[in-house]
């Protein structure tokens, strides 16, 4: 099953929308943010995503990848990819400058529940790289602020160095409207923040669980733990949202490359709530 895109413009979804590269940005020694342009503006304009799904990326010659769009959905015109050079496809990526052309295909997948999570308060965590998709979520919500309570976002990193979006977080960090913490495994000279792993800032955080939705992100180990921390705050299973990568071909449903249980993590994923997950036999 392909996104709504595909029927509404009669496009084969094998076949990659070609994007420019309009801005590159270096996060972190591994990691750049990418913005791209699809150049055909039909498809441009239709391109409508939600928060948690993800692209297909393709560069001509080398492979594809699924990236998660990091970009909110309002953002309509220009996608953003946050990539860490870790492979072939990804490393070739990091290489390419802007104007440089590449495919992309989707959006693809199941994201967040934006619709049901409005009128909640939203307890939001990312570990490492998990950022990517959380900050799409973040800035959409940051657009709607008024529909939502309290919004407490927690995240971690091994190292300052290694902390995505630092500036944007730092700014955000003195925002009323928005309850955010990061904290990181090892200091660095300078660093006056919170040590320790991400879970430890559960400890003392005030939480209404019949109000609110919990989303994670982050490297397979984290989701067990914040998960459990999230029970101690009595959160019910179907209100905890998590993110699984899994390895994926086509996205679309087609080529059994990423099934979890018996769904496929492309279409019937990435984000489950931790119930469905709980049902998916080797989900966790
Ligand atoms: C839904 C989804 C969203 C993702 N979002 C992002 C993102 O926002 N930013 C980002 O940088 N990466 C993201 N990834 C991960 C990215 O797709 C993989 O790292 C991918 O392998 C990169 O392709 P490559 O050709 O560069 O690496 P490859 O050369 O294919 O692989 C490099 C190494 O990673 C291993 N590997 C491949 N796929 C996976 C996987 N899914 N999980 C764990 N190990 C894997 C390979 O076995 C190999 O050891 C996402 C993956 C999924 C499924
Ligand atoms: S990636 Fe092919 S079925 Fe999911």
Redesign the pocket.
Known sequence: MSSKIYKKLGANPFRPWPARITSITQLTSKEKLFEFRIIDQRVRDAFHFHSGQ?VELSLFGV?E????I?SAPSKQGFIE????D??????AIHQMQCGDIVGLRGPF?RGFPFEDMKGHDILLVAGG?GI??LKSLINHIHDERHAFGKVTILLGARTPSEILFRQEFDMWKHREDFDLTLTVDQPEPGWDGEVGLVTKLFDNLPVNPALTYGAICGPPVMYRFVVEEMRKKNLDYDRIYVSF????KCGIGMCGHCGVGHQYACIDG?VFSYWEALNLKEAM
């Open positions: 993800f492979g990848a699924p990236i998660s990091s990819l946050c990539i860490r870790s492979g072939t496809v990804t490393g997948g790289l990517a998709p990568e899994r390895r994926m990435p």
